[in-house]
């Protein structure tokens, strides 16, 4: 009885009903997951696929729709050396076919300035509605709330001097992208 078509299995209504709420949660915390990778390897397309059509974002120095935005994001973050995009904790509460979530992040940004390269940090958290449409949970608005901005001095001298250690790359070049690349092993 490997299969669980093979097993006569029966569970509660409350279990199952904890089973789809735990779901729905893995499923848009992934998007926020999604979104943090489509930021730091510059993929519009991946970006897109977080959101639905009618989404619209509100960070400030950007409002308007999901569209307008991909293109804003990937403009402000193509001349950086390098991003990185972290998650921290979430509160996500689903109410049917409708969720809001809280989502705290950590983005470090490596900038180039007059002077010498520049990190410049951000801490904030993502305030966001989800709809689940056609059987798929994607955002249809987030506000990105900031907290805390940092610029120092970029002071990676060890990665600098370090040329054996593997590097990160934006798009394509990237090892996530290159699965083929992985040893099987």
Same mark, same amino acid.
């Not at 990937?74 to 972290?86: D, K, T, V």
């Not at 801490?123 to 509605?129: F, S």
């Given at each position: ?14 279990? !199952? ?33 977080? !959101? ?9 120095? !950007? ?123």
């Amino acid at each position: 009885m490997n299969n669980i078509e093979d097993a006569d299995v029966k569970i509660s209504r409350a279990v !199952y009903e904890q089973l789809v709420l735990t779901a729905a949660k893995q499923e848009i915390f992934e998007l926020s997951a999604t979104y943090m990778r489509a930021l730091d390897r510059l993929d519009a397309e991946l970006m897109k696929s977080v !959101y639905h059509p009618d989404a619209t974002f509100e960070i400030g120095i !950007y409002s308007g729709d999901g569209d307008g935005f991909t293109a804003f994001a990937m403009e402000a973050l193509g001349p950086h050396e390098r991003n990185h995009h972290m998650l921290g904790q979430a509160n996500i509460d689903v109410e049917g076919d409708v969720a809001f979530g809280e989502i705290y992040f950590q983005a470090f940004h490596r900038v180039h300035e007059e002077g010498g390269d520049q990190d410049f940090v951000v801490l904030g958290r993502y305030v966001d509605r989800y709809e689940k449409r056609g059987g798929a949970w994607k955002m249809t608005h987030r506000t990105e709330l900031f907290d805390f901005s940092q610029e120092l001095p970029a002071s990676d001298h060890w990665l600098s001097s370090s040329p054996e250690v593997p590097r990160g790359f934006r798009g394509s070049n990237d090892l996530s992208s290159q699965r083929n690349q992985i040893p099987l092993n």
